[in-house]
């Protein structure tokens, strides 16, 4: 009598399918450490975030401008714009007060700035890690986003700040509104990014189709509309006071944007780099879904802040006002696409952020030194 065949082996399954099970499977706080260290440390491997200055030019900017900084923080009432030339970035510092009002109730001063600073920046990498969880629904494919943006100059701002701008204050306060359902706590955290730098206003249109995207309370994504009235309507009481100001010289001038129209491929592909690897995608999804609107949305909310760059010299920090369109457009993947395949996308995104230098339009277009391709040539 003939044995019976053995049944066949079940199929091992595939590596990527092995790597979501093993995240999903990890205890939440294991799984945040995890997603915290590698958004902090694998950028700084690829893309040295250094501005093309000598030492001592470096340290003559920061001592300027902490004397700036703790000249507000010292008089809240301080004005710039009567003490600095209207076209210069120091006269167009009275609305951003968050920055030195911590600092001033702290009693800390410019230290406590930079302090506030890294701090935010272990916040805007936990909050990437859960918006970009809250857009997928799994971990491996929020880990990829996570370091989409992380590999940008989103992630990489606080170490090249010696300016004191604080962007990186700004996008922590943007992805936390991504992350809060709650509409008043969604909307005070767009009002506070708004107080780091008002360019936090054209990040609300992106923050809105979020909430929209992830099925959050329609009342979030009201709330997050509201915002941009309420901070016009601040700004209008602040500017009644004698440090309210807003000098907009050299703002939008035919030369400044003729310029910028040059280097524009640069400014908008380096304001996402590997996001537009999940916003190509979702685009083609939501048009084959025929949701043309909600395609329509998604262009014009990425579009907006890139668009607003071009009248600005620093470019490449206005334009990535626009990245939580990576959220967005996972979000929007994800119903229309098998979970393996979301993390596919994520994780080209992530390798293309990563791997290519960043570049910073400001004027001129400087690309940041990759540490391991130096290392690379040295060893070679």
């Known amino acids: 009598m003939t044995p019976a065949a053995a049944p066949p082996a079940p199929a091992r399954p595939a590596a990527l399918a092995r790597t979501r099970s093993w995240l999903n499977a990890l205890p939440p706080w294991r799984w945040r450490v995890l997603g915290l260290a590698a958004g902090l440390g694998l950028p700084l491997l690829f893309s040295r975030p250094d501005l093309p ?14 004397q700036v900084m703790q000249q507000k923080i010292d008089d809240l009432g301080f004005d710039y714009a009567a003490h600095y030339p209207s076209n210069t970035n120091e006269a167009k510092r009275n609305g951003r007060l968050l920055v030195p009002v911590v600092a001033r109730l702290t009693g800390a001063g410019v230290t406590g700035v930079h302090v506030f600073c890294l701090v935010m920046q272990g916040v805007l990498m936990a909050a990437l890690l859960l918006a970009g969880e809250r857009a997928a629904g799994d971990r491996l494919a929020a880990l990829a986003a996570t370091l989409a943006v992380a590999g940008t100059s989103v992630g990489t701002a606080v170490w090249s700040d010696i300016a004191l701008w604080c962007d990186n204050c700004a996008f922590a306060f943007i992805t936390l509104a991504l992350v809060i359902r709650r509409p008043l706590a969604a909307g005070v955290c767009l009002v506070l990014a708004m107080f780091v730098d008002e360019r936090a206003l054209l990040a609300v249109p992106l923050v809105i189709l979020f909430h929209r995207f992830t ?15 309420a901070y016009a309507l601040l700004r209008l009481g602040l500017m009644q006071l004698p440090a309210g100001g807003l000098p907009l010289a050299n703002v939008a001038t035919r030369a400044l944007v003729a310029h910028n129209l040059e280097v524009a ?17 979702a685009l083609a999804a939501l048009g084959g879904a025929s949701q043309v609107r909600r395609a329509l949305g998604v262009v014009a909310a990425t579009v907006l802040p890139m668009t607003a760059a071009l009248g600005v010299g620093d470019f490449s920090r206005s334009a990535s006002y626009a990245f939580a369109a990576t959220f967005v457009a996972l979000a929007a993947l994800r ?27 400001m004027t001129v277009v400087v690309a940041e030194p990759s540490p391991l391709a130096e290392l690379l040539a040295r060893w070679l």
């Open 53 to 66: 200055l000598s030492p001592d030019w470096t340290r003559h900017f920061r001592l300027h401008f902490e």
């Open 215 to 229: 099925a959050s309370p329609r009342s979030t994504a009201w709330a997050a509309a509201a915002t941009v009235p």
């Open 265 to 281: 491929p640069f400014g908008f592909w380096f304001a996402l780099e590997g996001g537009w690897c999940l916003v190509v995608p």
């Open 335 to 361: 119903p229309a696409v098998a979970p393996d395949r979301l993390a596919r996308f994520a994780l080209v995104a992530a390798i293309v952020s990563l791997v290519v230098p960043n570049i910073s339009v």
